[in-house]
């Protein structure tokens, strides 16, 4: 998180310095973009205050909203404009090194 988003991580590492303050700052399990759209972490998220006995919860969910969520639709239609030049039943096989390296190149070649 912390090379994603400095000021993200920042505040995460004050929460978690401060448990006693989290419940202060008036947070919810929901999470409102600048497109007025609310996207909830838990059900009925916007209604579940952050507290110090569910701040873990909160930063994971938190972490795993601006990792995987939301660029779910960017990964979606790089996915689909990589599987039009190469089925997914060629790349399934591969492991993510390999799959980068098959993409990307290596750095050094080892000849021997």
Known sequence: ???YDAQIYKSFTYMLKNPNEVESLSLTF???????????????GENV??????LNEYIGKMIKYYSLMRAQKQTQAFL????KIVPFD???P????????LM???KEINLQ
Not at 30 to 44: G, K, S
Not at 49 to 54: F, G, L, P, R, Y
């Open 94 to 101: 591969f492991y993510a090194e390999e799959f980068e390296a």
């Open 80 to 83: 689909s404009a990589v599987y």
């Open 49 to 54: 205050s952050v507290t110090k006995q569910n």
């Open 1 to 3: 998180m912390q090379f």
């Open 104 to 106: 990307f190149g290596v």
């Open 30 to 44: 929901a999470v409102q973009e600048e497109n007025e759209v609310v996207n909830r972490l838990v059900e009925d």
């Open 90 to 92: 060629y790349i399934y």
